[in-house]
């Protein structure tokens, strides 16, 4: 990573509190956190957004909205973030992030299903989705408001893992995940990012 993050005795406003935030939960400031603390107005806005879209579809369908595409990108911050997010507020059990390291959804529910594949497409390639995809959210009783906010949500883990991963951000280990589910989480990331890179050639 060139670029130079803001120092803990510098930060101001909303970089401050973003610092604050981070070793309030985990005692230290995250590599991600620092870089994205350049543009502290930035990240507020980004903050904002999710705050807009979540209230409708709500917390386990903004997650796996989020880690189906964390998964298709292969971001491994929002992996680990987000699967211990996942566990922490009962989104996923243990086994059951430990079936979506293997690409197995088993652990959402039919709807959260749809949601996972949809924001992996979403992430993938957009360009070829059609009204079909929005209709398998329709048919599982989801409203447009609803169908609109799980777009962005999947949309905006897309900016935020892209962004970091364009600056190639090191990554922190995140406490609290079991050892053995971490570490499947980052072999998923790179196997993602390998299934979606474009073949030599």
Avoid: K
């Avoid at 930035?42 to 903050?47: D, G, L, S, T």
């Avoid at 447009?144 to 777009?151: F, L």
């Amino acid at each position: 990573m060139i670029i130079t993050p803001p120092d803990a005795a510098s930060v101001v406003g909303h970089a401050a509190e973003m610092y604050a935030d981070d070793i309030a939960e985990d005692g230290f400031v995250y590599v991600h956190t620092q870089a994205m603390a350049i543009n502290p107005e930035a990240h507020a806005a980004f903050e904002e957004l999710i705050r807009a879209v979540v209230p409708s579809i709500g917390v386990r369908v903004y997650e796996a909205a989020t880690l189906g595409a964390a998964r298709a990108i292969g971001s491994t911050h929002c992996l680990l973030a987000h699967g211990r997010r996942a566990l922490a507020v009962g989104v996923l059990d243990e086994a059951g992030l430990a079936a979506f390291t293997a690409h197995d959804d088993r652990g959402f529910g039919p709807a959260e299903r749809a949601v996972v594949r949809y924001s992996a497409r979403l992430s993938t390639t957009p360009r070829e989705m059609t009204d079909a995809d929005s209709q398998e959210l329709r048919d599982l009783g989801f409203t447009d408001r609803q169908i609109v906010d799980i777009t962005l949500a999947a949309s905006l883990r897309n900016y935020f893992s892209r962004a970091l991963q364009a600056l190639a951000v090191p990554v922190d280990a995140v406490p609290g995940l079991p050892p053995g589910t971490a570490a499947a989480l980052i072999r998923l990331a790179g196997d993602s990012e390998e299934s979606s890179s474009p073949a030599d050639g």
